[in-house]
């Protein structure tokens, strides 16, 4: 009961603040993803790091949970909140790939699938926690 009553805390402070929770943290993270990631590196690159990897999984994490409320939240476009879920996943799977690619002409960087593969398992955690928290929630939803 208690977890169910702070999801809806958490549910109505993302609404009553999407501005200032939702869409500004999202166009700023957005931006540092790709700075971050335009960055040359030095190092020889490692092929598995699992730090690494853990660290893609958190960003698009972030990223999806991000971008899944934005999705909720719009009121312009009813097919994408309809279809959150589908289009969190796919837009997040779709810039990853652009990153993945990007980097690859950044001197020390390189495309890695499992780099990909670690932002889609993180892009789909974050969605899932997004529609899990929207669906605890549809009696107070639009």
């Known amino acids: 009961m208690q977890s169910n009553s702070l999801s809806i805390r958490l549910y109505k402070i993302l609404k009553e603040n999407k501005v200032g929770l939702v869409y ?8 540092v993803i790709f700075v971050l990631t335009s960055i040359p590196m030095d190092e020889i690159p490692q092929y598995f790091n ?4 853990f660290e ?3 960003a698009y994490f972030l990223l999806s949970f991000l971008l899944g409320f934005t999705f ?3 009121k312009r476009f009813g097919n994408i909140k309809r279809e959150l879920f589908l289009m969190t996943i796919a837009v997040a799977l779709f810039y ?3 990153d993945e690619l990007h980097q690859m002409f950044i001197p020390g960087r390189f495309a890695d699938i499992f780099d990909w593969l670690a932002d889609a398992v993180g892009s789909l955690f974050g969605s899932i926690i997004v529609l899990l928290l929207i669906r605890k929630n549809a009696v107070i939803t639009e």
Not at 25 to 30: E, Q
Not at 50 to 53: F, I, L, S, T, V
């Open 24 to 31: 500004i943290p999202l166009a700023v993270y957005w931006i």
């Open 72 to 74: 909720h939240f719009q």
């Open 56 to 58: 893609h999984f958190a």
């Open 50 to 53: 699992a730090q690494d990897k």
């Open 96 to 98: 990853g790939a652009f």
